[in-house]
């Protein structure tokens, strides 16, 4: 694997990588010492359930073609302590989904979120400061959707009676019937809050990371990334009828086999058996999965600090194939001054034909 830098647009329809010029190196202020980074170009392969989009977008004339607009989504990643280390949820997605064949409980900002629910924890301007929105509508509206749809996907509720107490797990049928309504539109979230007394816990929530699907989407979301812990007296359950698949899995076992089939055969649907991790997840899932394997505990991965930079994946091209690449500032390395390998997860790629 290499480290490569921004690249500059490509003559023909995708930027060529190669063609570089040397990365900025960001020392920080003046006036404080700060520690050194540097910009580097991660490249990964395109997942199977891209590349027809991917292969269309080209033919049509890439960026000529221009792309499709952005809906908001949301994805909360729920983080517990194994008894071997950090766990997280996954879930199984049907059809082609921009959040990827596997991803973390999430979904589109639907209308209903534009409704008046109340809450205790960050204020809309605070949290549309954190995530870099455009406007405190657009915050607002993501941030009821992250704890809906975990609640319509999981049935983990962050809410509460007030902002020191959260609901405790209902289990039973009628929570159930309550997030089938909520799912299918039938009832709204805000409804289903109201009468149960309660108001949402934003305060639970971390931001980690924002993502807009790549311009060869044909439906194109920009996703804004959430962490939390499970609720005390809270379990995970799938929602009936539609949920397929979903699991605790040890995050630092899962990175470990990340180049085999595990996962992919464990879920056992038809477009994941035989698939390395890369080929079911996005980008996002991955970088933010490497993540999670780099922190011990949950403490400490809540601990971070971070900026929340918006990313997205453009198409490249890498020794002739067609790839998926985005820039990232890291840190530099105190030993050689340079950063450490970094650049395509795997080495083989798919060109668009």
Known sequence: MTTTP??????????????ERKPRIFTGRSSAPAARTEQIQRL????????TAAETWVSEGGEDA????????????????????????????????????????????TPGDDDATPWYGPTPDEWSAKFKFKNVTCARRTV???????????????AGEDGQNVAESGAGEEQMSQREAIADQDKS???????????????????????????????????????TVVPVGQNAKLLEGKGVWGS???????????????????????????????ELVTPAVMCML???????TGVSWLAKRRTVE???????????????SFTEVVPVSSKTGTLGTVGPLRSTSVAPS
């Open 189 to 227: 979230f805000g409804q289903f809050l109201t009468s149960c007394g309660l108001k949402l816990r934003t305060d639970l929530l971390r931001p980690v990371s924002r993502w807009q699907s790549p311009d060869f989407f044909h439906k194109r979301y920009d996703i804004a990334y959430f962490t």
């Open 310 to 324: 918006v990313k997205k994946p453009v198409l490249v091209k890498n020794d002739g194939a067609c790839m998926l």
């Open 248 to 278: 605790w899995v040890n995050v630092r076992t899962l990175m470990e086999s990340k180049d085999t089939s595990e996962l992919g055969d464990r879920i056992g649907q038809p477009n994941t058996v035989g698939k390395t991790l890369e």
């Open 66 to 109: 221009g792309a499709c607009s952005l809906r908001q989504a949301a994805s909360v990643i729920f983080v517990r302590d194994g008894e071997d280390g950090l766990e997280t949820i996954l879930t199984y997605r049907p059809g082609s989904s921009p959040l990827g064949v596997v991803a973390f409980p999430g979904g589109t900002v």
């Open 290 to 296: 490497e993540s999670l394997a780099a922190s011990e």
């Open 6 to 19: 921004s690249q500059k647009l490509y003559t023909g329809v995708v930027p060529v990588v190669g063609e």
């Open 144 to 158: 009821i959707a992250a704890i809906r749809e975990s609640f319509e996907e999981t049935g983990l509720l962050l």
């Open 44 to 51: 990964y392969k395109i997942p199977e359930f891209m590349r």
